[in-house]
């Protein structure tokens, strides 16, 4: 008996076109995920001052969640009949999440989150239209993440409203 290969879904023969952009896009959104996990570890054990243990906490339990997001997607690159790329294919690009001059200099870290959960927020959410009524497992899995995303931004810009109404933003 020969195996037969999926006639349906984005598994299909037919839909290996389709399948190959959907990894192209699923592989630069796990590239964003582990360069997101370097600068939450860096930026949440840099900052000095009280009033900084806000952030840093935040951050710290962020990691884990940016991380958990990049094996998600490289688990559906794997069920794509993808394959992870290895660490010589990273390259880098949030230069607004490096360290600031000052370590006390918060809103420097709070504005850098916030960009990097908007750019993250709207990758995701061409992602929800290019898989839309051709792969629904991968846009279900992108909405929950999405959502992850969306939190993160929000809580973010509590932080700055915070120090925006006090001047120092
Ligand atoms: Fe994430
Ligand atoms: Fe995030």
Known sequence: MTTRNASQGI?????????????ELLTKSYWMEIETVMSYIANSTNP??????????????DVQEELGHAQAFADRIKELYGVVPGSMDFKAEQT????????????HIIRGVIEAETGAIEHYNLLI??????????QDMI??????EEQHRRLFEGFLREYEAEGRA
Do not use: C
């Open 11 to 23: 598994l299909a023969d037919d839909n290996a076109e389709q399948r190959a952009r959907i990894v």
């Open 48 to 61: 000095d001052g009280v009033r900084a243990q806000e952030i840093i906490e935040s951050l710290k339990a």
């Open 96 to 107: 607004y999440l490096q360290p600031p001059e000052q370590q006390t200099d918060i809103v």
């Open 129 to 138: 239209e290019e898989t839309d009524g051709v792969d629904p497992v991968t």
């Open 143 to 148: 909405i929950a993440i999405l959502r992850d």
